[in-house]
């Protein structure tokens, strides 16, 4: 009888050691999904986002392409464009663009 009664209620330390280990363990799970979430969410956005295109002109040739840019989201968004190229540059104006497209026959 007594060895049972024993078994059936731990110690209060024990289940209180117990408790804390289990909500510690919680806690560190919450964290790692919370991690791997953000991770994801990231490598989802990098890999929609980022683009190449490649142009072989040919020397003097002047060269105009345009490349639209969509958000990934619903809701306007600010863009970055980089080239490390000083010979090409980005059109920044609605007269210019429209220039080039009719000079390029688009």
């Known amino acids: 009888g007594l060895e049972a009664e024993v078994a059936l209620n731990p110690p209060p330390r024990l289940e209180f050691a117990e408790s804390e280990v289990r909500a510690k363990l919680l806690a560190d799970i919450d964290a790692a999904r919370r991690r791997a979430k953000r ?22 040739e002047l060269c105009f392409f345009e490349h639209e840019f969509k958000s990934p989201a619903d809701r306007d968004c600010v863009f ?3 080239c490390d190229d000083p010979d090409i540059s980005l059109v920044a104006s609605t007269a210019e663009w429209r220039a080039l497209r009719a000079a390029s026959g688009l």
Do not use: F, M, T, W
């Open 39 to 60: 991770a994801a969410v990231l490598e989802k956005l990098r890999s929609g986002i980022s683009g190449r295109k490649v142009i072989r002109p040919s020397y003097g």
């Open 80 to 82: 970055e464009v980089r």
